[in-house]
Antibody, heavy 117, light 107 residues
Framework: EVQVVESGGGVVQPGGSLRLSCTASGFTFSDYEMNWVRQTPGRGLEWISYISDSGSTIFYSDSVKGRFTISRDNAKKSLFLQMNSLSADDTGVYYC??????????WGQGILVPVSP | AIQMTQSPSSLSASVGDRVTIACRASQGIRNDLGWYQQKPGKAPKVLIYGASSLHIGVPSRFSGTGFGTDFTLTISSLQPDDFATYYCLQDHDYPWTFGQGTKVEMK
């Protein structure tokens, strides 16, 4: 059974940092390109970052570029998102999602990141 | 960034109705478009990829058409399980962008 599980969320103050983790099972993680997608009250569903299967290619949305860093550890079947300089606009649910055969196919359950004083 | 505009933003329909949702890209994206369904409190799930290919396990009442800038998702006969919000996503160019969503409600 495929499972994608995010962790590391929690209340963070404006200007603060947080590191999200995602662990995968039930599929060959190292064969899959991965993404972070978030859902916020202000922007709706928003793709924010991509990393290739090897980790050699990375893209970010303009809204997080320079503040967020995506990375992966294929040996541990894990994906990470380091988030710095957080603001209230970053409040939302963050999803770890695989990309395979032109589709965002395996989604985690999502993790809530509230940015609040 | 490529902008994706969905219409309508919401619609009311009955079980058995044929439902059509449109998505327009601000520039040509070939067939690099997917459709996703989301229910409250749940993660989205893929229905269609490559504009017209049905993802594994998705009922055949769902279909997608389009190429370039104009795309359509059709539900041929709306079922109770289909009341949800639908999003298009272009994966033609980074940053990938979603439409703003279309909420399908019960009439």
């Amino acid at each position: 059974e495929v499972q994608v599980v995010e962790s590391g969320g929690g209340v963070v103050q404006p200007g603060g940092s947080l590191r999200l983790s995602c662990t995968a099972s039930g599929f060959t993680f190292s064969d899959y390109e991965m993404n972070w997608v978030r859902q916020t009250p202000g922007r709706g569903l928003e793709w924010i970052s991509y990393i290739s299967d090897s980790g050699s290619t990375i893209f970010y949305s303009d809204s997080v570029k320079g503040r967020f860093t995506i990375s992966r550890d294929n040996a541990k079947k894990s994906l990470f998102l380091q988030m710095n300089s957080l603001s209230a606009d970053d409040t939302g649910v963050y999803y770890c999602v695989s990309w395979y055969s032109s589709a965002l196919d395996y989604w985690g359950q999502g993790i809530l990141v509230p940015v609040s004083p | 960034a490529i902008q994706m505009t969905q219409s309508p933003s919401s619609l009311s329909a009955s079980v058995g109705d044929r439902v059509t949702i449109a998505c327009r890209a601000s520039q040509g994206i070939r067939n690099d478009l997917g459709w996703y369904q989301q229910k409250p409190g749940k993660a989205p799930k893929v229905l269609i990829y490559g504009a017209s290919s049905l993802h594994i396990g998705v009922p055949s009442r769902f279909s997608g058409t389009g190429f370039g800038t104009d795309f359509t998702l059709t539900i041929s006969s709306l079922q109770p399980d289909d009341f949800a919000t639908y999003y298009c996503l272009q994966d033609h160019d980074y940053p990938w962008t979603f439409g703003q969503g279309t909420k399908v409600e019960m009439k």
